[in-house]
């Protein structure tokens, strides 16, 4: 899929930060989803996972040295949403820990490869430069979610049992 | 800026979303868009008591609960009778309806005509899943024929209603497709249709994971660019005749007057008013 690079630093900088953004917001939803649905161990590990990427939006935000977000232009995602943020319909009710941060490595390592792309079409040095540095947080960040898998327990194989279903078609 | 000559601050999302979680099941298509009509009515820059959210009943009429702005949960099918009565009646509102294509297209299929019709100036937004979700899964207006089910085994054996097709025919002065799992365009397009003078018909895609998992494929399925927009309902009609239900975008945007009665004064006195249908 062709990718479209931001012609210049700030541009590139909003987009970066539009994807942190997303990815805040798409977790903060699915804790609450979590909430709803009673698993809140899944629940505190996605409010987690949105503190962290409100962090790196701050991050951004004093980095360019901006008050208020630059107002919204249409961001040049490769699919329908940024590559940091988890599709609403990869969860499960009863998903474990580790689903989620299966999940969230997922992310990261998607937005890894996608400042990497982008790093590789700019033609403008400055943007090349700061994909370059933003592939290699993601980068970082891809250890460090690797680094919080490790600690998880892998999910019994029965996790998905429930003996009371909410469905039932018959 | 207001009379004292404070620039109110920009509205956000979170504005428009009110303190009760949904409860619709994980996955479900109908939490990105929920997440749209907010993103949108952000766009819009109402404030949430200058908009009305109407619905009937189904998965996705919950909606109005889940935002700040002031909501009717109506009877089942009856959304757009009582979203037509509100306008009608507070003109000055930004009026919503969302519903489901249960709701919408079966049990509220004479509103639905009538509404595209008359032409009133509101967003009507479907979240269409091809199935009644909230009643355990039994096939919908907009379910494929040959989809086997436990209640439908063999599948129904009946042609599919074609919301975009009726709306356009109908009279609709707007009538754009979007699919959930495009949250910023789907913002975008019921921002887009908010503004339209009229009738504006937004069909969402919206899968039910629960009981049409098979949906979930839809996110491979939608075009991932827009139509073109057009003005011409010939050049409209034939390509949702002849759509494959997967693209997405403005594919009608009419110029047609919105309906608005001359609105008179109300009589001062109720002897006055009864004088009116005295016989």
Known sequence: ?170 | MNDIGIQPAALAPADFKSAIKPIWCPGCGDYSVLSSITKALAMIGRPPHEVAIVSGIGCSSRIPAYTSCYGFHGVHGRALAAATGLKLARPDLTVLVTGGDGDGYSIGGNHFLHACRRNVDMTYIVMDNHVYGMTKGQPSPTTEPDWDSKLAPGGTKIRVFHPLVVALAAGANFVARAFSGDPNGTAALIAQAIRHPGFSFVEVLSPCVTFRPEQRDWKTQVHASPVEETDDPVRAARRVMTDDGFNIGVLYAGNRAPYSPERRTPPAAVAELEAEFRV
Do not use: C
Request: charged residues 30%; negative net charge; without cysteine.
């Open chain 1, 1 to 170: 899929m062709s990718i479209d690079v931001p012609q210049t630093l700030e541009a590139f900088m909003a987009q970066a930060l539009a994807m942190e953004h997303e990815a805040m917001q798409r977790y903060a939803e699915l804790a609450d989803v979590m909430e709803t649905h009673n698993n809140r161990e899944v629940a505190e590990l996605f409010r987690k996972m949105s503190a962290i990427e409100n962090r790196h939006a701050a991050q951004i935000m004093a980095e360019m040295g901006w008050k208020e977000p630059p107002p919204a232009s249409a961001p040049a995602w490769e699919g329908f949403e940024a590559a940091e943020t988890i599709a609403p319909d990869d969860v499960h009710y009863l998903m474990r820990p580790w689903h989620a941060l299966q999940l969230a490595l997922r992310a990261e390592e998607r937005a890894e490869r996608f400042f990497g792309r982008l790093a590789q079409a700019a033609t403008v040095d400055s943007v090349r430069k700061a994909a370059l540095e933003l592939q290699q947080e993601e980068r970082e960040h891809v250890e460090l979610v690797r680094a919080w898998l490790a600690k998880v327990p892998q999910p019994e194989p029965d996790w998905a049992v429930d003996p009371d279903p909410p469905r039932y078609d018959e």
